[in-house]
């Protein structure tokens, strides 16, 4: 009993050691865009002064209500469009039966390893052919497929049992209503998960609209916090920069802390199933 009390009281410690080195360097960065730019540096986390004056620099210089706004439909355009052709793509991969098959998930499996930059220049000349620079579209399209969405759905689809979908086939329904009302339904915490790791990529996304997108009213949340701290806007001060992140950083932890226990359930229970 007393050597199970101590493992327990261990792992319990390990824990919480390992959640305050992990959350240490995000806590001491929010407090510091409290604080006054000479105290920055200090070892105490605590502002020995509460001041606002970081954040009134951000909104006062950059126009972060529209770029936000451009963030949240980007993201989601993005996040809607990869989970539904995710969804697509994972099903005929798991629940159809064709030549190619395998062939096809491997090459998926394949572009992930690909580097972005390697693709760069070929997406960079089709939306310029297309005329799609400085719109929703340039932004979007290019980023509508996404590999890691087929994995997570695919893998997660394999595990669901056959009978459901043989069933539904005997009372007639069709593939794609099998998939959204069966399939779909049955996959939340795969969806989920694969929807988080969708938005996390498309919302920090920097490079692209850096590319696509020179007008100010279309940059994106990301594009706009970059050219904010080295285009001269912070006036080389950190606690402006740490703010501009920390105002960037809050719509994925939100995001997070609500699908939290659906993302979790997804890692435990999904796994990687050939």
Same mark, same amino acid.
């Given at each position: 009993m007393?050597?199970?009390?101590?493992?327990?009281?261990?792992?319990?410690?390990?824990?919480?050691?390992?959640?305050?080195?992990?959350?240490?360097?995000?806590?001491?960065?929010?407090?510091?865009?409290?604080?006054?730019?000479?105290?920055?540096?200090?070892?105490?986390?605590?502002?020995s002064?509460?001041?606002?004056?970081?954040?009134?620099?951000?909104?006062?210089?950059?126009?972060?209500?529209?770029? +936000?706004l451009?963030?949240?439909?980007?993201?989601?355009?993005?996040?809607?469009?990869?989970?539904?052709?995710?969804?697509?793509?994972?099903y005929g991969?798991?629940r159809?039966?064709?030549?190619?098959?395998?062939?096809?998930?491997?090459?998926?499996?394949?572009?992930?390893?690909?580097p +972005?930059?390697?693709?760069?220049?070929?997406?960079?000349?089709?939306?310029?052919?297309?005329?799609?620079?400085d719109?929703?579209?340039?932004?979007?399209?290019?980023?509508?497929?996404?590999?890691?969405?087929?994995?997570?759905?695919?893998?997660? +689809?394999?595990?669901?049992?056959q009978?459901?979908?043989?069933?539904?086939?005997?009372?007639?329904?069709?593939e794609?209503?099998?998939?959204f009302?069966i399939?779909?339904?049955?996959?939340?915490?795969?969806?989920?998960?694969?929807?988080?790791?969708?938005?996390?990529?498309?919302?920090?996304?920097?490079?692209?609209?850096?590319?696509?997108?020179?007008?100010?009213?279309?940059?994106?949340?990301p594009?706009?916090?970059?050219?904010?701290a080295?285009?001269?806007?912070?006036?080389?001060r950190?606690?402006?920069?740490?703010?501009?992140?920390?105002?960037?950083?809050?719509?994925?932890?939100?995001?997070?802390l609500?699908?939290?226990?659906?993302?979790?359930?997804?890692?435990?229970?999904?796994?990687?199933?050939?």
């Open positions: 007393t050597s199970s009390l101590t493992r327990t009281v261990l792992a319990y410690a390990t824990l919480v050691v390992g959640a305050v080195v992990f959350a240490y360097p995000f806590v001491w960065m929010a407090l510091a865009t409290f604080k006054p730019e000479t105290d920055i540096a200090a070892l105490n986390p605590f502002p002064e509460w001041t606002v004056e970081s954040y009134r620099l951000v909104f006062g210089s950059v126009p972060l209500g529209r770029s +936000f451009n963030s949240v439909v980007v993201t989601g355009c993005v996040t809607t469009l990869a989970l539904v052709f995710g969804s697509l793509t994972a991969l798991s159809l039966t064709w030549r190619g098959r395998d062939a096809a998930f491997s090459v998926i499996l394949f572009t992930m390893m690909v +972005f930059l390697v693709l760069l220049i070929p997406l960079y000349t089709l939306v310029v052919g297309f005329g799609w620079t719109s929703y579209a340039g932004l979007v399209v290019p980023f509508m497929m996404n590999a890691t969405a087929v994995l997570v759905l695919r893998q997660h +689809f394999v595990t669901l049992p009978s459901l979908v043989d069933a539904a086939r005997i009372d007639g329904a069709g794609l209503r099998i998939l009302q399939v779909w339904p049955a996959s939340v915490p795969a969806l989920v998960t694969a929807g988080i790791l969708v938005f996390i990529g498309s919302w920090n996304e920097v490079l692209w609209p850096l590319m696509v997108v020179r007008e100010q009213e279309m940059m994106t949340m594009q706009t916090v970059a050219l904010f080295v285009g001269g806007g912070a006036e080389g950190l606690g402006p920069q740490l703010a501009a992140a920390l105002l960037l950083a809050v719509p994925i932890i939100a995001a997070y609500v699908f939290q226990r659906r993302f979790v359930e997804s890692l435990a229970t999904s796994g990687l199933k050939g």
